[in-house]
C-alpha cells in the first residue's frame, strides 16, 4: 500500500480547519482553552527563539558581503521611500472602502459589547510622551545584548549593519567572525525547518482557542466591519500588490502559490514573527539577493506593514460613522499623514494597531472609547492583516532587488516571473 505523504502547507490548512471546528464544539470552554493555549504557546516560544539570531546573523553577514557604506546607504534609502510609498496607498485604499462601504453608519451601538481596552489606553499614553526624536534615537541600542532580549527589531537591526560593515572594513582579520555568523544563520534556518514540523499542531491549537474564545457569534453584530476588511485586504492584494508585481515582471498569484504555507501559518496564529526565517529564505530563493531580502524584510516588519495600517484606516472610519461624526476629506488627508506617522513611529509596541488608533484619534477628534466596540473581533481582523503584511513584505523583498538592478530568479523559479 503507498504511503501518503501531505505536503506541509496540506498539514497547516489540516490544522487550521480542525482548530476551526473543535473550537467551535468547545466554544466558551476555559477548560478547553487552558489545554489548547500551551501546544499553541508552545509554537509561538519556539519561533520567537530563533527569530533574533536568524535576524542578527543573516543582516551580518549580509552586509558585510555588501561591503560599503555607499551602498547599504543606497539601499536603506530605496527601502524607506517604497515602505512610505506602498505605506500611503494602503491608507488610501482603506480610507475609499470605508467611504464607499460606510460600515459603521446606521449601527446600534446598544447591541455592541464593549470590551476592555485600558492596557491599550496606557501605552499609548507612553508613546504620546514620545517625540519623534526620541523614538529615532531608540533604534540606536545603548546595549546590543539588552536589544536582543527585549527583541527589539529596530535596534538589532541597526546593530547589525553597523558590525557587518565593520566586518567588512577589517578585510581579512574579519572573516572568522563572518564565518562564524554564516554558521550560525545556516545553523538556525535548519532549526527552522525542525521546528515547522510542530506547525500544524501549533496552528490547530491557537486557531482553536481563538475559535472557542471569540466564536463567529461574535461577527455578527459588526460583520459589515469584518466584511469590508476582508474584501479591502483581498482586493489589496490582488489588485494593488498584483498590479505592482506585474510592473516588476512576478505573477502575483504564483508568488503566493509559493508562500502558501507561510500565508495559513500568519493567518491562523496572527504572529509575522512565525514565518520571518522561512519568508527570507524563500525570497533570496526567488531571486532577491540574500543581503537585500535579510535586510529588507526584518526592516519591513517595522515600516512596511500595509494590512495594519489598511486595517487602522477603515477601523478610524467606522467609528466616526458608528458616532455620526463626518469627516471631511481635509480632515481624511491628515488622519492619512498621521497614520503614516504614527504606524512607523510605535512599530514593535505591543498591540500596535490599537495603540496607533488611540493615538491617531487623539489628533483627529474622535472618541477613543469608540475601539471598546470592535475590540472583541480584533483577532479574528488581525489574522487577515498579518497575512496581508506577510504578502507585503515577500514583494518588497523582490520589488526592491529588481530596483537595485540585482533581481535574478535562479532557473527553478523562473516562472516566478511572467512570459514576455
Given at each position: 500500500?503507498?504511503?501518503?505523504?501531505?505536503?506541509?502547507?496540506?498539514?497547516?490548512f489540516i490544522g487550521l480547519v480542525?482548530?476551526?471546528?473543535?473550537?467551535?464544539?468547545?466554544?466558551?470552554?476555559?477548560?478547553?482553552?487552558?489545554?489548547?493555549?500551551?501546544?499553541?504557546?508552545?509554537?509561538?516560544?519556539?519561533?520567537?527563539?530563533?527569530?533574533?539570531?536568524?535576524?542578527?546573523?543573516?543582516?551580518?553577514?549580509?552586509?558585510?558581503?555588501?561591503?560599503?557604506?555607499?551602498?547599504?546607504?543606497?539601499?536603506?534609502?530605496?527601502?524607506?521611500?517604497?515602505?512610505?510609498?506602498?505605506?500611503?496607498?494602503?491608507?488610501?485604499?482603506?480610507?475609499?472602502?470605508?467611504?464607499?462601504?460606510?460600515?459603521?453608519?446606521?449601527?446600534?451601538?446598544?447591541?455592541?459589547?464593549?470590551?476592555?481596552?485600558?492596557?491599550?489606553?496606557?501605552?499609548?499614553?507612553?508613546?504620546?510622551?514620545?517625540?519623534?526624536?526620541?523614538?529615532?534615537?531608540?533604534?540606536?541600542?545603548?546595549?546590543?545584548?539588552?536589544?536582543?532580549?527585549?527583541?527589539?527589531?529596530?535596534?538589532?537591526?541597526?546593530?547589525?549593519?553597523?558590525?557587518?560593515?565593520?566586518?567588512?572594513?577589517?578585510?581579512?582579520k574579519g572573516k572568522p567572525v563572518?564565518?562564524?555568523?554564516?554558521?550560525?544563520?545556516?545553523?538556525?534556518?535548519?532549526?527552522?525547518?525542525?521546528?515547522?514540523?510542530?506547525?500544524?499542531?501549533?496552528?490547530?491549537?491557537?486557531?482553536?482557542?481563538?475559535?472557542?474564545?471569540?466564536?463567529?457569534?461574535?461577527?455578527?453584530?459588526?460583520?459589515?466591519?469584518?466584511?469590508t476588511v476582508y474584501g479591502t485586504?483581498?482586493?489589496?492584494?490582488?489588485?494593488?500588490?498584483?498590479?505592482?508585481?506585474?510592473?516588476?515582471?512576478?505573477?502575483?498569484?504564483?508568488?503566493?502559490?509559493?508562500?502558501?504555507?507561510?500565508?495559513?501559518?500568519?493567518?491562523?496564529?496572527?504572529?509575522?514573527?512565525?514565518?520571518?526565517?522561512?519568508?527570507?529564505?524563500?525570497?533570496?530563493?526567488?531571486?532577491?539577493?540574500?543581503?537585500?531580502?535579510?535586510?529588507?524584510?526584518?526592516?519591513?516588519?517595522?515600516?512596511?506593514?500595509?494590512?495594519?495600517?489598511?486595517?487602522?484606516?477603515?477601523?478610524?472610519?467606522?467609528?466616526?460613522?458608528?458616532?455620526?461624526?463626518?469627516?471631511?476629506?481635509?480632515?481624511?488627508?491628515?488622519?492619512?499623514?498621521?497614520?503614516?506617522?504614527?504606524?512607523?513611529?510605535?512599530?514593535?509596541?505591543?498591540?500596535?494597531?490599537?495603540?496607533?488608533?488611540?493615538?491617531?484619534?487623539?489628533?483627529?477628534?474622535?472618541?477613543?472609547?469608540?475601539?471598546?466596540?470592535?475590540?472583541?473581533?480584533?483577532?479574528?481582523?488581525?489574522?487577515?492583516?498579518?497575512?496581508?503584511?506577510?504578502?507585503?513584505?515577500?514583494?518588497?523583498?523582490?520589488?526592491?532587488?529588481?530596483?537595485?538592478?540585482?533581481?535574478?530568479?535562479?532557473?527553478?523559479?523562473?516562472?516566478?516571473?511572467?512570459?514576455?
Amino acid at each position: 500500500m503507498k504511503k501518503i505523504k501531505l505536503s506541509l502547507a496540506t498539514q497547516i490548512f489540516i490544522g487550521l480547519v480542525l482548530g476551526i471546528i473543535v473550537g467551535g464544539i468547545f466554544y466558551g470552554s476555559p477548560t478547553a482553552q487552558s489545554f489548547l493555549q500551551p501546544f499553541g504557546d508552545l509554537f509561538i516560544r519556539l519561533i520567537k527563539m530563533i527569530v533574533v539570531p536568524i535576524v542578527l546573523s543573516s543582516i551580518i553577514v549580509a552586509i558585510a558581503g555588501v561591503g560599503d557604506l555607499k551602498s547599504v546607504g543606497k539601499l536603506g534609502a530605496k527601502s524607506l521611500t517604497y515602505f512610505i510609498g506602498m505605506t500611503l496607498v494602503a491608507i488610501a485604499v482603506g480610507l475609499i472602502a470605508a467611504n464607499i462601504f460606510q460600515p459603521g453608519a446606521g449601527l446600534n451601538m446598544d447591541k455592541l459589547e464593549q470590551s476592555d481596552i485600558s492596557k491599550y489606553v496606557d501605552t499609548s499614553e507612553e508613546q504620546e510622551g514620545k517625540s519623534i526624536a526620541d523614538t529615532l534615537l531608540h533604534i540606536v541600542p545603548t546595549n546590543p545584548i539588552q536589544a536582543m532580549v527585549e527583541g527589539d527589531m529596530l535596534a538589532i537591526i541597526f546593530f547589525a549593519v553597523v558590525f557587518g560593515l565593520g566586518i567588512a572594513a577589517i578585510g581579512e582579520k574579519g572573516k572568522p567572525v563572518l564565518r562564524f555568523f554564516e554558521g550560525m544563520a545556516n545553523a538556525m534556518f535548519y532549526v527552522t525547518n525542525l521546528f515547522m514540523k510542530y506547525a500544524p499542531i501549533g496552528v490547530f491549537a491557537l486557531i482553536g482557542v481563538t475559535i472557542s474564545k471569540y466564536g463567529f457569534a461574535s461577527l455578527i453584530p459588526l460583520g459589515k466591519l469584518a466584511l469590508t476588511v476582508y474584501g479591502t485586504m483581498i482586493f489589496f492584494v490582488i489588485v494593488v500588490l498584483g498590479l505592482l508585481a506585474k510592473f516588476v515582471g512576478i505573477n502575483i498569484f504564483k508568488l503566493l502559490k509559493m508562500i502558501k504555507e507561510e500565508l495559513i501559518l500568519a493567518f491562523s496564529t496572527a504572529s509575522s514573527e512565525t514565518v520571518l526565517p522561512k519568508i527570507m529564505d524563500k525570497m533570496e530563493k526567488a531571486g532577491s539577493p540574500k543581503h537585500i531580502a535579510s535586510f529588507v524584510i526584518p526592516t519591513g516588519y517595522s515600516f512596511n506593514l500595509d494590512g495594519s495600517v489598511l486595517y487602522q484606516a477603515i477601523a478610524s472610519l467606522f467609528i466616526a460613522q458608528m458616532y455620526g461624526i463626518d469627516l471631511s476629506i481635509g480632515t481624511q488627508i491628515t488622519l492619512m499623514l498621521v497614520l503614516m506617522v504614527t504606524s512607523k513611529g510605535m512599530a514593535g509596541v505591543p498591540g500596535v494597531s490599537f495603540v496607533v488608533l488611540l493615538a491617531t484619534f487623539s489628533t483627529i477628534g474622535l472618541p477613543p472609547e469608540g475601539l471598546a466596540f470592535i475590540a472583541g473581533i480584533d483577532r479574528i481582523l488581525d489574522m487577515g492583516r498579518t497575512a496581508v503584511n506577510v504578502v507585503g513584505n515577500s514583494l518588497a523583498a523582490l520589488v526592491v532587488a529588481k530596483w537595485e538592478g540585482q533581481f535574478n530568479p535562479p532557473v527553478e523559479v523562473k516562472n516566478l516571473q511572467e512570459a514576455s
